[in-house]
């Protein structure tokens, strides 16, 4: 049986930069993820204290020689108003910018950094079980192999392997919402438009409807709307219901009128 320090489930930007840190604490690490990178994911504009921790894993130079959208803020908007906050314009130390990113390239750099610094990672396998034993615990995994940890970590994100092993899962007090994205290209052209922010617009009437805009470096930029499913549904297919409510907020629907 394959015997590790520590089992990491999951090789998201959580996954990778646990595994490198603790490779860098000399201890024998496995990241197992259930997907073939790249694969996409949703989670595109990163916060200035990003920078800290990709520096400390070691990954901070591979992420700025990609060449991702430049992030130095965020900008609101509702119906005609408009409202900007520049990351940089602060009193504490630290990073003032950072990236937005696709994260089906972003999360590979980061793991591919993470296996170039010894992380031995299993790309297609999921963890399918996980039994506590005193001393270890045993991972049984799709590819029918078991290994040994005497520690795992759960990064699996939305996977969320360990709450529903053990019955952790609480029930948000929130109500539900549901979000419609995608990429597109945007061809804006406004002089005044901001790429280097993302732009945060609620909706003209339903304070809770609220949408967001992501400009990456190569012309095309992330969009999406999030609410209250009675708010969004138009009985109409995700394409046209993202499009309807994008173009019901006058800002975007002025920014984005020749994307395609
Ligand atoms: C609509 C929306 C918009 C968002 N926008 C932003 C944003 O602008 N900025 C931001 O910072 N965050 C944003 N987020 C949050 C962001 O998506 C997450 O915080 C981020 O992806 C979490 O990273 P992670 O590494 O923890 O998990 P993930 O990126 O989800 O990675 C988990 C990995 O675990 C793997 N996995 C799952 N189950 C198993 C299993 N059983 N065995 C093996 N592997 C498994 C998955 O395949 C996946 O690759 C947004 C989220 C949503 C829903």
């Not at 000399?26 to 993820?33: A, D, F, R």
């Not at 901001?194 to 409807?209: A, C, G, M, S, Y």
């Amino acid at each position: 049986m394959h015997c590790v320090d520590v089992l990491v489930i999951g090789a998201g930007p959580s996954g990778s930069i646990v595994s490198a840190l603790l490779n860098k604490q000399k201890l024998k690490v496995i990241c197992v993820e259930k997907e073939k990178f790249p694969r996409f994911v949703i989670g595109e504009s990163l916060l200035p204290n990003c920078m800290n921790i990709l520096r400390e894993a070691g990954f901070l130079k591979a992420v700025e020689s990609y060449g991702f959208q430049y992030k130095n803020g965020a900008a609101f908007s509702w119906r005609d108003e408009y409202r900007y906050f520049d990351f940089c314009d602060k009193s504490s130390s630290g990073d003032g910018t950072t990236f937005q990113v696709q994260r089906a390239i972003f999360d590979e750099i980061l793991i591919n950094e993470a296996i170039k610094q010894g992380v031995e990672v299993n790309f297609n396998t999921a963890v399918e079980d996980i039994v506590f034993l005193d001393k270890y615990v045993e991972v049984h995994l799709s590819n029918n192999q078991t290994i040994k940890a005497k520690y795992i970590v759960d990064a699996s994100g939305y996977g969320r392997v360990l709450p529903r092993k053990l019955g952790l899962e609480v029930q948000s007090s929130l109500s539900s919402k549901k979000a419609y994205f995608t990429h597109i290209q945007d061809n804006i052209n406004e002089i005044l438009y901001d790429r280097n922010k993302i732009l945060i617009t609620t909706h003209p009437e339903f304070r809770d409807v609220w949408f967001w805009l992501i400009p990456f470096s190569n012309g095309r930029c992330s969009i999406g709307v999030v609410g209250e499913e009675s708010k969004l549904n138009i009985n109409a297919n995700d394409e046209d219901t993202l499009k309807h409510h994008v173009y019901l907020a006058p800002m975007l629907k002025r920014l984005l009128n020749n994307a395609s």
